[in-house]
């Protein structure tokens, strides 16, 4: 089969199942296009909560296929690739997480979407980029507060809500990998262009900002700024979307550090592929299963944050 059967065989077996496609903006241009809905992950978390379909297929890294499944659990929630992990999901063993907690006691624990199903249940309040600094700012000024699993978004929800929360030490190996001199460099060529960072980047990446956001807040940024050509520094899927809302603006994606590519890309999001996507409607595998008592447990923080996020507005 080509391309096109795979396309068409999706589009028939998403009628035939009720089935609908949640793509993230880091997935491969032609999984954008077949999805039913492309956003950030705060969008697949509200809409896996929302959808009456019978089958969702999160096209996406494990964690959202979770946190689908735990916000879904009566629906068949499945992923093209159950091996699509996530380094900063990776970089917070629940155990070592509960240990940490506990060597803190009187903490509370806010915890990025990047996480497993077991450290979410650990965790009072779920957040995600998109939200993160309105959702810390609920806190009072001096209580205690753990933030996990990312220390580039923690030090930055801190610097900008001047907090001292006590950081996980993990990271995402994509958004560790921009280099300061190559955006530099890029700024000699585009001296106008405005620089947009992920918070999950280092601080002397986020030093470089025009703009700081999420996926979601940087492809609005970009569509409703005057500014023609963007510097973008996160994983170069995005690039798509802010092409397609914005055909008269240039966007150069931000090299890594190392001499690989002209661009960043997550691994683990590319595992995604059309044949992959067709076979998983197809044959209804790999599909998400989580514990009932887990799922108990994980879905409090999940729906804390959903409804934090509806009365702000997000
Ligand atoms: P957002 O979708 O919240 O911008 O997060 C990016 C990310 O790294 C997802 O894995
Ligand atoms: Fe995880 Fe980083 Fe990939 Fe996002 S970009 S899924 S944080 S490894």
């Not at 300061?180 to 960072?197: D, F, G, R, T």
Request: charged share 25%.
């Amino acid at each position: 089969m080509n391309s096109s059967d795979f396309i068409e065989e999706i589009r028939r077996l998403k009628k035939e199942k009720n089935a609908v496609i949640m793509a993230h903006y880091y997935q491969a241009t032609e999984i954008q296009e077949i999805a039913d809905f492309v956003g950030d992950s705060l969008a697949l978390a509200q809409w896996a909560a929302k959808t009456d379909a019978d089958i969702i297929v999160i096209c996406g890294v494990h964690f959202m296929g979770e946190t689908a499944k735990i916000l879904s659990p009566n629906k068949k929630v499945l992923v093209p690739d159950a091996s699509a992990g996530c380094s900063l999901a990776d970089s917070c063993p629940a155990d070592e997480f509960e240990k940490f907690i506990k060597d803190h006691p009187g903490y509370k624990v806010i915890s990025y979407v990047n996480t497993t199903a077991a450290v979410k249940a650990l965790t009072d309040v779920v957040v995600t980029s998109t939200n993160a600094k309105q959702i810390v700012e609920t806190f009072d000024k001096d209580e205690k507060i753990i933030f996990g699993p990312d220390r580039n978004l923690g030090n930055y929800i801190n610097s900008v809500t001047g907090r001292n929360m006590l950081l996980w030490n993990g990271a995402c190996h994509v958004h560790e990998k921009f280099s300061v001199e190559k955006i530099k460099s890029l700024k000699k060529i585009y001296p106008n262009a405005k620089v947009l960072v992920h918070p999950e980047c280092k601080k002397n990446i986020v030093e470089l900002a025009d703009k700081v956001g999420s996926t979601a807040a940087l492809l609005k940024y970009a569509t409703n700024n005057d500014c023609k050509e963007f510097i973008v520094a996160t994983e170069s899927g995005i690039l798509f979307e802010m092409q397609k809302a914005n055909a008269d603006k240039v966007f150069i994606p931000a090299p890594p550090e190392d001499d690989t590519c002209a661009c960043n890309v997550c691994d683990f999001m590319r595992q995604n592929t059309l044949e992959k996507l067709y076979n998983c409607l197809k044959n209804e595998t790999p599909e998400i299963l989580i514990d009932e008592k887990l799922q108990k447990q994980a879905v409090k923080p999940i729906k804390k944050m959903l409804e934090i996020s509806e009365k702000l507005g997000l």
